[in-house]
């Protein structure tokens, strides 16, 4: 076994989650150090596996069974194959985490309650375990039996409501945010039950929905309503509150604009050479720009349209005002800043003909305990044998007599 560095070193994570909430959240965890168990079951393991094209491609250039989607999400960890419905496969889930500090799931609320492996069933003999469930909507509540998914959050959550050019049809994120979030969600929890649990308090049951996670991040939007009692509309990439904060067209392409205090747009009216407008009471103040959005905006537009992008660009981060290209996905893997950043990586993949697989990197920098990168997405049940010697210390005897009764 590679042996766990990082912050978390020592704290070992029983994944039962699939797709992407969970997922991430044990990535994460894994990346800064713990030694996460990915629990699939036995010939079908997480479907996002699936979820492709794209695939990574073997030697042959024929697309495996593993799934961008999936490598996404699967880092530095362990996976093993245990059929959970079956009584025998849920008690040697039981016998494992004995073993473990953390177990994350994913399943329907009372999903893992038949297999005598809910947070009531194990609070008892596992005083200590910290227990994090990932729902829809929470274990409470009007919609707890419900199947949630990330873009149901989006849409009960405001998100949808308010994202989209105010002339045409709202749209959804296409990043699947809420499971994103509810999984950074889930390892702050995590961390701060730990903490607890060091602290001689023993262990809970975290309870996490993603319409409740979509809700907690309206934040500036949120509290524009709940202030000003006026709800928030769809404003393209502008800003609620600050103006002029969004994309411009330039002579040729587009740039993102971020003058958004009083001091950088006078830099961007002198630069601009349009000083005049700071003359108008429309433009004297970011409340009065804000106010005049329409009007402010379209003066802008007529101005930032007389010249390309580099001009802009180029002059004012001279001038000290915020500018910026907007990137598609592969000028942003080629920038020289997220490359020196180390936000793009590789790693060896035993299925990759290439010999290697390219993963986003973690963004968090710690000078002591960085996060590391020891172990590509496993195959599907890569670690079985590895883990059950390791932990229950099963013999090979005996691990071959639970892979004939179908349990692994």
């Not at 590679?2 to 991430?24: C, E, F, K, M």
């Not at 997480?46 to 492709?52: F, K, S, V």
């Not at 907007?326 to 793009?344: A, C, Y």
Request: proline fraction near 7%.
């Amino acid at each position: 076994m590679t042996q766990p560095t990082g912050a978390l070193s020592g704290i070992r994570v029983l994944d039962l989650s699939r797709v992407l909430a969970g997922p991430s959240s044990t990535q994460l965890l894994a990346d800064l150090g713990a030694d996460v168990i990915k629990v699939e079951r036995p010939g079908v393991g997480d479907e996002t596996r699936t979820w492709g094209p794209p695939f990574v491609r073997g030697a042959d250039g024929e697309e495996t069974t593993e799934s961008a989607y999936y490598l996404s999400a699967n880092r530095n960890k362990r996976s093993v194959t245990i059929n959970v419905s079956d009584p025998d496969g849920a008690a040697l889930v039981k016998r494992m985490l004995g073993r473990c500090d953390v177990l994350i799931e994913n399943f329907k609320v009372g999903g893992l309650a038949k297999y005598g492996l809910s947070y009531a069933d194990l609070k008892a003999e596992f005083p200590d375990l910290i227990y994090c469930s990932i729902t829809g909507f929470g274990q409470t509540g009007p919609y707890a039996a419900r199947p949630g998914y990330d873009m149901m959050a989006q849409g009960m959550g405001g998100l949808i409501s308010m994202t989209g050019e105010p002339d045409r049809a709202p749209v959804k994120v296409p990043i699947a945010i809420n499971d994103v979030m509810t999984g950074m969600y889930g390892a702050v929890a995590i961390l701060a039950a730990l903490r607890h649990r060091d602290a001689g308090g023993g262990g809970q049951h975290i309870d996490l929905g993603l319409l409740d996670v979509q809700v907690a991040w309206l934040y500036n939007q949120g509290l524009n309503y709940l202030t000003g009692g006026e709800v928030p509309q769809r404003l393209g990439t502008a800003h609620p509150n600050s103006v002029p904060y969004q994309a411009f067209a330039t002579a040729d392409g587009f740039i993102i604009l971020a003058a958004n205090n009083d001091e950088q747009f006078k830099r961007f009216c002198e630069f601009a050479e349009c000083t005049e407008l700071l003359e108008k009471p429309e433009f004297a103040t970011n409340p009065d720009r804000v106010r005049n959005r329409d009007h402010v905006t379209a003066t802008v537009a007529e101005i930032i349209k007389a010249h390309p992008s580099k001009h802009w660009i180029e002059g004012l981060e001279k001038a000290g005002v915020s500018c910026c290209p907007i990137n598609t996905v592969d000028q942003v893997f080629d920038d020289p800043g997220v490359l020196e950043r180390g936000m793009k990586i590789a790693m060896d993949h035993p299925l990759a003909g290439c010999g290697s697989v390219d993963l986003i990197g973690n963004p968090i920098k710690l000078s002591e305990t960085p996060p590391t990168y020891r172990r590509p997405p496993p195959t599907m049940g890569e670690h079985t044998d590895e883990v059950l010697e390791e932990m229950l210390g099963l013999s090979e005897d005996e691990r071959n007599e639970l892979r004939a009764a179908g349990l692994i």
